[in-house]
């Protein structure tokens, strides 16, 4: 069992490497045409997206929503250094 999750754990950091990779290409591309580094309103969609995925998983959507907000909130610091 430890060693599946040891597996699960180093895909889910080879996952987010990926995720970061296309966030930050995002965040060039907003700094670029002078957006924002947030928007409130995906960022709104996609906690209720993922908080019903996750129910639909068995997974607590509270915990869910606590993960995306905390990669939700380095993305926004990685757009941030983009534009200063």
Known sequence: MRA???NIDAA???ILAERFKCTKRVGRLKAEHDLPPAD???????????RAL????DLDPAFAEKF???IISEVIRHHEAFRG
């Open 4 to 6: 599946s999750i040891d």
């Open 40 to 50: 409130p309103e995906r960022e709104a969609r996609q906690i209720a997206r993922l």
């Open 12 to 14: 889910l950091v080879h």
């Open 54 to 57: 996750a129910a639909d998983a």
């Open 68 to 70: 995306l907000s905390f």
